[in-house]
C-alpha cells in the first residue's frame, strides 16, 4: 500500500509556506484569500495529508479550512520538529526550510494525527484557554496590588482587577452554555463532573482539551495529559523516572483541583496519596500519580459512558 503524500507547513502571521520533502514549494497568504489557493495547491500535488507546527493560534484558522476541504490535517508540538532537525543535522532555518523539514517529519512520522476535528469543542477550547490567560493576567496584577503603591496605581489595580472578574464571569457563563449546546459536549461533562473533587473549570477543561479520552487506553491519556513517567534505562543503569510532554494547559489546569481531590474530597484518590506519601514518596510526586490514576478512571468512565462509582473505582 502507498504511503500518503504529505506536506509540511510553516505558518506565520502573515503567511502559509508549503513544500513536499522534495520536490515543489509555495507560498500563500494566511488569510480567507490564500486558504483555497492553498487547497488548490496540495490538491495538485496530490496531498492527502498535511503537517503543521503549533504556533499560538495563527494555524487555527488555516487547519479548520483544510479539515472542512477534506484534507488530514495534524498540528503537532515545534519542539518535536526542532529536535528531530538537530537529530538530522539540519541547522539552518527560514520558513521555506522548515516547511520541507516539517514535510519531512511528516513522512517519518505519518501515524501523526490531530484532535479529532469538532467546531462546538473548538470554540470550548478557546474559551477555557481564554479564561485562563485572563485568570493569569488577574493573578499578576493581584500580586502588583499587594505592595505599596502610589494611591492612583492602586486605584487602577482595583479597577483592573474588577474588570478582570467581571468578564472572567461572562467568560464562566459562554463556558457553561457551549457545553450545553453540544449534546456530546454535555453527555462528556455530565460524566466527568460526577468526579467528587471536580469542579466545573476542571471539567471544562477536560472536555475541551482532551477529546481523546475514552478513545485511547489509560496510559496514552496519561501520556497525552504529560503525566505517564518515561524510563531512562541503559544496560546496569536503573535512572529515576520523569514526566514529560503532554498538554501543559490541561496539567496547569488540574494542578490545584488534584491537590484538592488527592487531601480532601476524593476518598479514592486521598486513600492513593496517603499511601504513596507513606511509603516515602515526595508530595508532588504522589499527587502526579493521583493525576495519572485520575486520568486512567475518567478514560474507562468516558468509554463505558459510566458516571463515578466508589465502589468499583475504590479499587481501581
Known sequence: MAQEKAAGIDISKESLDVALRCGASARFANNAKGWPQLVEWLRREGVSRVVMEATGGYESACRRYLQKAQLQVAVVDPKRVRHFARSAGRLAKNDPIDAQLI????????????????????????LVSGRQALLEIQERIGNWAEHDRPKLLQKAHQALLKVLTSHIEKVDEAIAAQIDSSPELAARAEIISSVPGLSDVSTAGLVAFLPELGQVDRQAAAALVGVAPFDDDSGQHRGRRFIKGGRRKLRNLLYMPIVGAATRHNPVLKACYQRLVAKGK??????????????????????QNKPWDLSKHATA
Do not use: Q, S, Y
Open 282 to 303: 515526595p508530595p508532588k510526586v504522589a499527587l502526579m500519580a493521583c493525576l495519572r490514576k485520575l486520568i486512567g478512571i475518567l478514560n474507562a468512565m468516558v468509554a
Open 103 to 126: 514535510a519531512w517529519f511528516a513522512e517519518i512520522f505519518d501515524n501523526l494525527t490531530g484532535k479529532p476535528h469538532d467546531e462546538a469543542r473548538e470554540k470550548l477550547e478557546a
